[in-house]
């Protein structure tokens, strides 16, 4: 079984910056293809960035592109997001998820099978 577990979250004003971190255990981490992603109210889940297990290959949804920034460090078995320049409408839950599907990269979050509980991001205005 694999356990994750966010940080990080938090209130920003309008163009500030946060990290997020999600502290992985249980299992080998760099065996898992691993990504973010977020929940608004009243919204579905979304998709905001995505990284193969050696952090070489990444996804980023059109929203957060030039903005976000996924990474992993896989000798600390956590994965990371840095969110810069934020915005009202990036205020969500957060999530990271892992999925042991064996391919390199996976976009959405259907195929994710290991979640944290979520972390709250707001950005007041």
């Known amino acids: 079984q694999v356990q994750l577990v966010e940080s990080g979250g938090g209130l920003v004003q309008a163009g500030g910056s946060l990290r997020l971190s999600c502290a992985v255990s249980?299992?080998?981490?760099?065996?898992?293809?691993m990504g973010w992603f977020r929940q608004a109210p009243g919204k579905e889940r979304e998709t905001v960035a995505t990284?193969?297990?050696?952090?070489?290959?990444?996804y980023y949804a059109d929203s957060v592109k030039g903005r976000f920034t996924i990474s992993r460090d896989n000798a600390k078995s956590t994965l990371y997001l840095q969110m810069n320049s934020l915005k009202p409408e990036d205020t969500a839950v957060y999530y990271c998820?892992?999925?042991?599907?064996?391919?390199?990269?996976?976009?959405?979050?259907?195929?994710?099978?290991?979640w944290g509980q979520g972390t709250q991001v707001t950005v007041s205005s």
């Open positions: 249980g299992r080998t981490f760099s065996n898992y293809p």
């Open positions: 990284i193969s297990r050696n952090g070489g290959s990444t």
């Open positions: 998820a892992a999925t042991g599907l064996l391919g390199p990269l996976y976009a959405s979050p259907n195929v994710y099978n290991y």
